[in-house]
Every structure is written in C-alpha cells, then in structure tokens.
C-alpha cells in the first residue's frame, strides 16, 4: 500500500486510491470483503482475512505485471511469492487503517459524501450526475443507496487518512537543493583488491602445539557428518475426495447460495473511432478529434466518419465495429470509458491515452445474468466438491495439530487417525535421507526439520502442507558426535593456520596502507609495495549498477579529508578505496520533477514510518501454510 500512495496526494489522484475497491466493498459487504471464505491467511485484530480474497487480490495483480514476470520457472516462482506476500501486507495495511479511523472518529460530511458521488463519473451521463443511473447501477449489483453510502462514507474516511499524512509532508527548498546536490553527486574513486594468498607466507613454521590448540579450538570443524532416523507420515490430500457424496438436493443448495459467483457479465456491442498518435502528431489528433466529435454532435453518421479518419485497420472498414466485449477484455480507462456510456445509440465523450484518441458508440447490450443450473452442473459439483473438501482439509489439519501437540514424542496416535503407516529414513546423513527421500529436500520440510524443538528437542514437527500432501516427522534417533582424529587432519589444520596467519597480514598491512595514504603517500608506492594496480572509476553515480552496492556504499561515505577506508569483498579478500575527488553531477530532470520526487519520497518515509508505529501495536497472525 505504501508504494501505491508514492504519487498519490490530492485530487483526482488521490480518489482513485479508493475508486478501485468501491464496487467489491458494496459487492461482499466491508467485512465480508475481508472475512469471506473459509480458509483464513491472516488476523489483524479482531478482523480475518481470507485466503479467497488474498487469492482475488493476487490474481488481479498478477495480470497487472504478467509483462514483467520472468520466463524463467524457478526465477518466475520467486517473483509471484514475493507478489503475494506484497499484496497480502496491502490488505493487512487496510484493516489497521480502517480500524484506525473508526476509533479515532474521524467524520465525513453528508455533503462530502453527496459531492463524492455526485463527481463519480460511473453514475454520469452527459457530463451530469444522473440519479437514475445512480440507482440502476446499484440496483443490478443487488445494493441498496444506503449500503452504499455507509460503504463510501468508510472509505472516504481512509482517503482522508491519507491525506492527513500526505498535506503534512513538507521539505525546505533549501533541503531540496542540498538533497540534489547529494542525490547527482558523482565520485572519481580507486580501487586496489587484496587477497590473503598475496600474504601467505610459505616459509613460516608451525610447533606442534601450535597445530594441536588449534584442533582442540575448532574441534567443531572436524566433526564426522551427524546420523539422524526420522520417523514421517504423508497424506495425500485427494484421500479426501473418496469421502465425500454429492447428492443433487446438496448442489441445488449450492447454486442457490452461490449464484453471485456464475455470472454471465455484461457485454455491449461497440463502434470506435481511434486517432493513432504513431499516424499523427499529438497536437494534430486532439484537434482533429474535436472536429469529429462536433460532426458527430451535427448528427453525421457515425459509421462514415469511422471509416473516414479512424487508423485502426481491424474496425473501420466495418464502420468501427469492434464487436462484443466484457468490462475485463480491454484497459482500465477504455473500458471505463465504454461502460460509463448510459444509452443505446449514444456517444462517449473523447478519450486521450497515450496511444491515441477514442470516441466510441453504443450500438447494443446484452445484461448480466445467471447462469442457469444445467448448464453449469459439472462446474457446480467440481466447486462444491473443492470446497467441502477444503473444510474436511481443515479439521483434519486442526485434529492433526492436536493429536501431535498432545502425543508430542510419537507418531502414533496420527497413525492411527489416519489409517496411514509411518515410513523410518534408518540411521542416515542428512544428504543421503534428501536423496533417499525426496520430501526433505523440500526448504519448508527442512526449515522444521532444523527448529530446536524437531531438531534438539525430537518432538513432533506441526503439519507441513507441500503442495496437495501433508507431512508431519520426528527425529527418533541420533548418532553420537564423532570426531576426525588429529593425525587424519594434521595437514589441514597447517593449510588453515597458514591462511589465518595470511589473513591477519593482510589486516595489518591495510591499517599500514590506509595510515600512510593518509599521510600523502603517493598510491605508486603503495602498488609497489603490494605488486598491485589500483583499479581508477570516473564519474560514479550513487545508483551506478556496475559497482557493488557495499562497495557504492563505502565510496559515498568518504570525503576529501577521510579519503581512504577498505571493505571485506569475500572471505579473505579486502578492497582498498581511495577517493580522487567529488562531482557536482547532473539530471535532465525539471526543477518541478525534482521537488515532486523527494516529497514523494518524504511521504514514503512518513507513511511507513506512521503505518509501521500501527502495525507494531496491532495483534497481527499470518498462517504461511495457507498462503
């Protein structure tokens, strides 16, 4: 939610943050828009939100940035959890947000309210606020005024919220200037990378007790591979299916209950004229398109005018017709624009996008309706079946925790319970039972398997669902700790004394450098001293993607007096910075982008800063096992 509010303040802008989540709330109700379903992700409070409405939420995002998801499977995978995750913090974000204005009684007026929803284009026609289409829209989704009001009123409340937040933010031209001056500073720097093989020593002699402390020391690393028998039982999910009769009274219930969910959406036949801005210029549409609109105003047909000066290839030699379509099959604003028409036969008002300008007609509608029954039997029993399986999944989920929280050092009770024989992995190493035994391989398996109370205490693991079974496991039996004997590692231990006495040269030789630099030593004499060249970087952005982030860090903390510092780049490696000097850098920006862009980003700051203070007084559960 944080980042959607980036360049959202005031206005118009700021009313669509809301806009978007009207029709869903009057559509489920403003609790049930969080607590429909059955299957519950998350608490916030006293409120629950769903798996059903987290997935509803996803999907729509989803397909917002199916452009961007990567073609790669494992990478692609990654993106959609963390998408997710995203969207399920948005939701949480909202509930703490709206309990926040409900307890601290912040007010709408009834004449904001009016002036809202009489500025919500939705219920216009003709550029006026139309109460006949204002109740006809309404009365086809099954709400009444006074649901919807009282829903508006809650969400107006929150717009206000942020608002609040938004009006007081404020930034110093003063600051500005000194943050872009920060932000377009650029660095010419050098680098001279250092390994410990560059200090290693090979002449130098190690005693015996030397070499035995050190054994005794990091015993721990000479420690033979630990033995484990994990006892485990997998259920398979589908079991369930056999357990469930579907009679036709039960599905006739359902639909029944359920209708709201197979419907046939509304879909209108529509005629478009579209001025491309690849065929034309900007400024030589808009004016063409007004001198349509008015011939259109004149009554000249429609059809002709299409054919005449639309550029799509597809429509207009079918006089713009572009067929039936559904309020999903094409973009937010044209769709918006072809569904906000109120009668057969008129016209929309001009549409400018980036690709063009539109003007569409309404040749006929086809209303919404319910599917009837037969048609959609075999959907109604697939629906039904998935979610009474669902609700035995979750009883069973819930005796499952029970059984193993109560019989906590035995599988038992859950074998019993489950008619379902346990499976013993025998006395292996953790990477023979991941490759003898393929469910351990799996991270969730294996974040359980190394928590303390599994791994040190041998309880009972919780229920892990993986995919359509779950797995539940204890570690019966341990080997006992084994250690390699002295003589079999005497080698090894010299290698490794070796590189810790190269590594803690190669410290005390950076400190040498760093303090001569300092001192104005001329950095040919430090390379001479190393047999190494410095590396020289010029005009260095602090958002430059081809230096290592740590490494940008180190170089932007530096100054002109304190010019010199190193940094760890991987075990046993260092690089040593030396700062040359410091430019002013540029941006292509106007000073407008620029005063917009860091208040964007006090406002950020401020909203996480206000939203996390919330959060961290809320009771907030998240079940990962249902997401």
Do not use: C
Request: hydrophobic letters at 35%; charged letters at 30%; aromatic letters at 10%.
């Amino acid at each position: 939610m944080l980042q959607n509010i980036r360049d959202r303040a005031t206005g118009w802008i700021a009313y669509v943050i809301v806009i978007g989540i009207s029709i869903p709330f009057a559509l489920w109700g403003i609790d049930q828009y969080f607590t429909g379903g059955n299957i519950i992700v998350a608490e916030v409070n006293d409120t629950k939100i769903s798996a059903e409405r987290l997935n509803g939420e996803y999907q729509d995002r989803l397909r917002e940035m199916q452009s961007i998801i990567s073609k790669d499977q494992d990478e692609a995978e990654l993106q959609k959890k963390i998408i997710k995750r995203t969207v399920l913090d948005e939701l949480i974000d909202s509930v703490i947000v709206r309990e926040f204005v409900n307890e601290n009684k912040f007010q709408i007026s009834e004449q904001s309210l009016i002036k809202d929803i009489r500025n919500n284009k939705i219920f216009h026609s003709n550029n006026k606020f139309s109460s006949k289409i204002y109740k006809a829209l309404l009365d086809r989704q099954g709400i009444k005024t006074t649901d919807y009001e009282r829903i508006r009123k809650s969400e107006l409340k929150t717009l206000q919220f942020y608002n609040n937040i938004v009006q007081s933010s404020f930034i110093p031209s003063q600051n500005i200037k000194l943050l872009k001056q920060l932000k377009y500073q650029t660095r010419n720097f050098k680098i001279l990378s250092l390994s410990y093989n560059d200090f290693i020593n090979d002449k130098e002699v190690f005693s015996e007790d030397q070499k035995k402390d050190f054994f005794v020391k990091y015993k721990n690393i000479f420690a033979m591979p630990e033995k484990i028998n994990i006892n485990y039982i997998i259920f398979e999910k589908d079991k369930l299916k056999d357990s469930i009769k579907i009679g036709d009274k039960d599905l006739l219930n359902f639909y029944n209950e359920n209708k709201y969910k197979y419907v046939v959406p509304e879909k209108r036949n529509v005629s478009q004229i579209f001025l491309s801005n690849k065929k034309s210029s900007k400024d030589e549409n808009k004016a063409k398109i007004v001198e349509i609109s008015e011939k259109l105003t004149s009554n000249l047909n429609f059809s002709d005018l299409a054919e005449e000066y639309s550029n799509d290839e597809l429509s207009k030699d079918k006089g713009g017709n572009i067929g039936w379509i559904t309020s999903k099959d094409l973009s937010g604003e044209l769709s918006n624009s072809i569904f906000s028409i109120a009668n057969i036969g008129d016209v929309s008002k001009i549409l400018e996008t980036e690709q063009g300008f539109y003007i569409f007609k309404l040749i006929d509608i086809k209303d919404s309706k319910i599917k009837k029954f037969d048609d959609i039997k075999n959907n109604l029993r697939k629906d039904y079946k998935n979610i009474q399986i669902s609700r035995k999944y979750e009883v069973l989920y819930e005796d499952l925790a029970n059984i193993l929280f109560e019989n906590p050092n035995s599988l038992d009770k859950v074998e019993q319970y489950l008619s379902v024989k346990k499976i013993s992995t025998g006395l292996l190493t953790l990477p023979q039972i991941k490759s003898q035994h393929k469910i351990f391989s799996d991270p969730k398996v294996l974040a359980v398997l190394s928590s303390p109370s599994v791994s040190n205490d041998n309880l009972n693991s919780e229920p892990i669902e993986i995919m359509d079974k779950l797995i539940m496991f204890r570690v019966s039996e341990k080997s006992k700790k084994e250690y390699k004997k002295y003589k079999e590692v005497e080698n090894e231990i010299l290698s490794l004394l070796k590189t810790e006495k190269s590594i803690e040269n190669m410290k005390n030789s950076i400190k040498d450098i760093e303090e001569k630099v300092r001192k104005g030593k001329p950095l040919s004499e430090i390379e001479k001293m190393v047999n190494k060249k410095f590396t020289s970087y010029n005009s260095i952005e602090r958002d430059d993607d081809s230096i290592p982030p740590s490494i940008l860090d180190k170089v932007f903390s530096l100054n002109l007096k304190n010019n010199v510092t190193s940094i760890e780049s991987g075990t046993g490696n260092y690089e040593l910075i030396f700062l040359d000097s410091i430019g002013s850098g540029e941006t292509d920006l106007s000073q407008k982008s620029i005063n917009t862009m860091f208040n964007n980003d006090q406002v950020n700051s401020l909203l996480y800063a206000v939203i996390q203070s919330m959060r961290d007084k809320s009771n907030i559960k998240i079940y990962s096992e249902n997401l």
